[in-house]
C-alpha cells in the first residue's frame, strides 16, 4: 500500500519517540554466537545486546520492546523524519484514519491537566446512548486499567474494536463519589472526509473542505459536488487547511473532478526513473467551476499535490499561507505482527515540475489570520477566497 502524507504532525511526532539510544558500558569481550554470526557491522548491536542482558541492573524489558526500540532506531538513522517504524497500535489507528471507519463507543479522548483521560462523547452514538456524559474520567476498558503512562493511542486502541462487541467500561463522575460501570456495544463510527454547504445563494458560490485524504474520499467529494451543482452552485471555495495529506489515489480522484484532462503529479525514484499520474478522464460538473484553493502552514503531501495540480492546470488560485512542503512517497510495508515499515521511495513534482519537498507552495494571494479575527470569529482566508471568487482581484 502507497501513502503520500503524515498521519497528522503530532502523531508522527510520537511514532518518532524513542527512535535513539545512549548506551553507557564496560569494555569486555562478551561477544556471544549471535555477535558472531551477524552480518558486517551488526555485530554490534547484538554486543549492545548480550552486555544489557548480562549486566543490566533494573528490569530487562521485553523481547517484543526490544526488537521494536532497535528498529526505531535502524529506521531513525536514515535521517528521514518519514521513513520510520510503526508499532502495531499505531499502525492500526493508522489504516482506520485512512479507511474513513471504525469499531467505535463514538467519543473522543484527551487528557485533563492532571493527566486523567477523559471523554467527550459524540450526540446520538453508542457512548451518548449508554449514559457516558462529557467529562467523564476513563478508569477502565474491559478490566484494564488505564494509566498515566498510557499514550492515548493505547487507550483509543482498547476502547476501539469489532462492530457489536461490548466495551465495559469504568469512569469517574465528578457528581459521584464510587466509580460508575458502563457497558458500551461498539458500533461502525464513520469519520466523514469532506463537508460542503451552499456559502452564498445570491453569487451562487459553494464551500468544500476535505480534511483528509482517505479510501472514501473521493466518493464523499462527488456526492457534495452533485449536491451543490444541484443548488445552482457554479464556483467553489476549496478548502484544504490543516490537511495534512493521505492516499495518493484519493488526491488523484480528487484532482480528476475538477480537471477533465491533464497531469496531476510527477513523482521520481532513486535513479530518476520517472512516472506521472493523469487525471481519470470522467466528466463531472465541478470541472468548468472557478476553484479558490484555501491553503495553511498545515497544508502537507496529498494536499500539496491538489493544490499544485489544481494551479498548474490553470484551474485555481492558492488563498493563504506557504503550505507544509512535504513532497515525498512512502511505501508501507506490513509486517506480520501488525507493525510497519514506512520507506521513503520516491519525491514529487507538480505538473510543471515545480519542488514542494522542503520548500512548499507559496500562494498567489497571500492572507494571514489575525489573532484579532480569530477572536472575533472572522475567517479573513475564506472571506478574500469568496471575494476572488466573486471578481474582487
Not at 456559502?199 to 449536491?227: C, M, N, Q, W
Amino acid at each position: 500500500m502507497r501513502w503520500v502524507r503524515i498521519m497528522s504532525l503530532s502523531l508522527l511526532g510520537v511514532l518518532l519517540l524513542g527512535g535513539t539510544f545512549l548506551v553507557g558500558y564496560q569494555v569486555g569481550d562478551h561477544g556471544g554466537a549471535a555477535a558472531r554470526a551477524a552480518g558486517p557491522g551488526f555485530e554490534i548491536l547484538w554486543r549492545v545486546r548480550d552486555l544489557l542482558s548480562a549486566s543490566f541492573i533494573g528490569d530487562v524489558p521485553p523481547v517484543q520492546q526490544q526488537v521494536y526500540g532497535a528498529a526505531r532506531g535502524l529506521a531513525s538513522s536514515y535521517n528521514d523524519p518519514f521513513t520510520v517504524f510503526v508499532e502495531p497500535v499505531g499502525r492500526k489507528i493508522e489504516r482506520e484514519e485512512l479507511q474513513g471507519h471504525f469499531g467505535g463507543i463514538g467519543a473522543s479522548l484527551t487528557r485533563n491537566e492532571k493527566g486523567e483521560v477523559t471523554l467527550a462523547v459524540l450526540p446520538d452514538r453508542p457512548a451518548a446512548r449508554a449514559g457516558v456524559l462529557d467529562g467523564d474520567i476513563l478508569l477502565e476498558v474491559d478490566g484494564k486499567a488505564v494509566t498515566a503512562e498510557m499514550t492515548i493511542q493505547n487507550v483509543v486502541e482498547l476502547v476501539r474494536g469489532d462492530v457489536g462487541t461490548t466495551a465495559k467500561l469504568l469512569i469517574r463522575r465528578m457528581s459521584q463519589d464510587a466509580p460508575l460501570a458502563l457497558s458500551v456495544v461498539r458500533e461502525r463510527i464513520d469519520t466523514p472526509s469532506v463537508e460542503w454547504r451552499l456559502a452564498d445563494p445570491a453569487t451562487h458560490t459553494g464551500y468544500l473542505k476535505v480534511s483528509l485524504f482517505t479510501e472514501r474520499t473521493g466518493e464523499e467529494l462527488k456526492t457534495g459536488i452533485a449536491d451543490l451543482a444541484g443548488k445552482g452552485v457554479d464556483k467553489v471555495v476549496l478548502d484544504l487547511r490543516g490537511n495534512g495529506g493521505g492516499l495518493v489515489d484519493a488526491a488523484v480522484q480528487v484532482v480528476s473532478q475538477f480537471l477533465l484532462d491533464g497531469t496531476v503529479l510527477r513523482e521520481q525514484k532513486r535513479g530518476g526513473q520517472e512516472r506521472f499520474y493523469p487525471v481519470s478522464g470522467v466528466k463531472g460538473p465541478a470541472q468548468d467551476w472557478p476553484i479558490a484553493v484555501l491553503v495553511d502552514g498545515g497544508t502537507a503531501s496529498a494536499s500539496e499535490i491538489v493544490a499544485g495540480s489544481l494551479r498548474d492546470n490553470g484551474r485555481a488560485v492558492l488563498v493563504g499561507e506557504k503550505t507544509y512542503g512535504k513532497g515525498s512517497v512512502q511505501e508501507v510495508h506490513e509486517l506480520p505482527d501488525g507493525s510497519s515499515l514506512h520507506v521513503t521511495v520516491a519525491r514529487w513534482f507538480t505538473p510543471n515540475r515545480h519542488q514542494i519537498d522542503k520548500t512548499g507552495l507559496l500562494p498567489d494571494v497571500a492572507v494571514v489570520a489575525t489573532a484579532q479575527d480569530r477572536s472575533a470569529g472572522r475567517d479573513t482566508p475564506l472571506l478574500r477566497a469568496e471575494a476572488w471568487l466573486h471578481g474582487d482581484r
